[in-house]
C-alpha cells in the first residue's frame, strides 16, 4: 500500500512564505517518481512541480524562480518551499509518486497524498 502523509499548508499574506511536506516509504522515496499538483477553487488539477533521479526540479511556468521541490533522504519526505505568494496560489495542494517516474501529467500518477489547503490573502 502507498501512502503519502501531506502536512504544511495554511493561510499567509501576498509575498509571504510556506513549505509543504509529503511523508512516504524509503521504497517509495527512492523509486518513485514525485511531483506536486494543485487544485484551486473552480478549476481543474494542475502541474505545479516534480523531481527527477538526479534531483533536478522542473516547474509550471506560474511558480518557476518562486517555488522550490526537494527530496530529503534521511526523512523519506518530499517537500515545496514556496516563496513570494500570491492569492492566485491558493489552492489545495497535493503530492504524486508513480514507479513509472515523474512527468507533468495528471494521469502518469497513481498515487496521491490527502492535499493540503494554501490560502494566499492580498
Known amino acids: 500500500q502507498v501512502q503519502l502523509v501531506q502536512s504544511g499548508g495554511g493561510t499567509v499574506q501576498a509575498g509571504g512564505s510556506l513549505r509543504l511536506s509529503c511523508a512516504t516509504s524509503?521504497?517509495?522515496?527512492?523509486?518513485?517518481?514525485l511531483a506536486w499538483f494543485r487544485q484551486a477553487p473552480g478549476k481543474e488539477r494542475e502541474f505545479v512541480a516534480a523531481?527527477?533521479?538526479?534531483?533536478?526540479?522542473y516547474y509550471a511556468a506560474s511558480v518557476k524562480g518562486r517555488f522550490a521541490i526537494s527530496r530529503d533522504v534521511a526523512n523519506n519526505t518530499l517537500y515545496l518551499q514556496m516563496n513570494n505568494l500570491k492569492p492566485e496560489d491558493t489552492a489545495i495542494y497535493y503530492c504524486?509518486?508513480?514507479?513509472?517516474?515523474?512527468?507533468?501529467?495528471?494521469?502518469?500518477?497513481?498515487?496521491w497524498g490527502q492535499g493540503t489547503e494554501v490560502t494566499v490573502s492580498s
Open positions: 524509503e521504497r517509495i522515496f527512492s523509486s518513485y517518481g
Open positions: 504524486a509518486a508513480d514507479p513509472g517516474g515523474s512527468s507533468r501529467l495528471e494521469r502518469t500518477y497513481q498515487h
Open positions: 523531481i527527477t533521479w538526479s534531483n533536478s526540479g
